[in-house]
C-alpha cells in the first residue's frame, strides 16, 4: 500500500468538484512536486493529502500562518507546542528556556535567519517570514513535510537554501510549487495538473524544463 494515496476521488467546496477522477500514489521516500497553472487543483490536492496524514505530516501554508507579534524563535518552537504541557510551553513564551534556544536555532541558522531569531515576525520581510514558517515545520518534524509554494516570497539563493533544509529533514516531501527549475532540482518526481486533473505523472530523472512547458499555457 502506498505512503499516500488517492484512488479515482473527486473533490470540491461548497458543491463545485474542483478535482476529478484523481487517483494518485506516493511511497515513502520520495519527493514530489505538484506543478500547474494558478486554479490548476495544487493546493486543493495538496490540502487533501494533508488532512488524509495530518497525524504524520507537517504542513508550511501558503498564507506562512505565524504570529507577527512573536519572535523567530516562538513561531519555530510553535511547531513542537503539542510535545509539552501548556505551563511548560507559557514558561518558554515569557523567557525562551536554553534548552529550547539551543534547538531552535540550528534550524534557524539552517534558513538563514540566525541573526533574526528574537526578531519580531511582523517587522520582517516576506521572505523572512516564509522561511520562519518553513522552520516551523522543520522543527516540528513528521514522516512527510507538504508545502503550498514554500519558495514563493524568497530569492533564487535563498529558495535552493530552503529546499535543501527540507529534504535534508524529511523523507518524503510532496511540494506545489510554480518553479520547474526548482521542482526538477529538488524533487524526483512531478505531477501535472490541468483543470482540476493530472495530465502528467513522470519521474524527474531525464526530464528538461522544456518538457513541462504544456502545463503553464501562458508560457
Known sequence: MAFLELHKANIGYSGVTVLHEITLHIEHGERVALLGESGAGKSTLLQTLYRQNAAQATLVP????????????????????????????????????????SAVRPVVASLGLEDKLYA??????????????????????????????????????????????????????????????????????????ENGRIVLDQRTAGLRATDLHGLYRAS
Open 120 to 193: 519580531p515576525v511582523g517587522a520582517l520581510s516576506g521572505g523572512q517570514q516564509q522561511r520562519t514558517a518553513v522552520g516551523r515545520s522543520l522543527f516540528q518534524g513528521g514522516a512527510v513535510l507538504m508545502g503550498d509554494e514554500p519558495v514563493s516570497s524568497v530569492d533564487p539563493l535563498q529558495s535552493r537554501q530552503v529546499l535543501e533544509a527540507i529534504n535534508a529533514a524529511f523523507p518524503t516531501v510532496v511540494l506545489a510549487m510554480h518553479d520547474v527549475e526548482l521542482a526538477l532540482a529538488y524533487t524526483d518526481r512531478v505531477v501535472g495538473l
Open 62 to 101: 501558503q498564507d506562512f500562518a505565524l504570529v507577527r507579534t512573536l519572535s523567530v524563535f516562538h513561531n519555530v518552537y510553535m511547531g513542537r507546542l503539542h510535545r509539552h504541557r501548556t505551563a511548560y510551553n507559557l514558561v518558554n513564551l515569557v523567557h525562551p528556556l536554553r534548552r529550547e534556544v
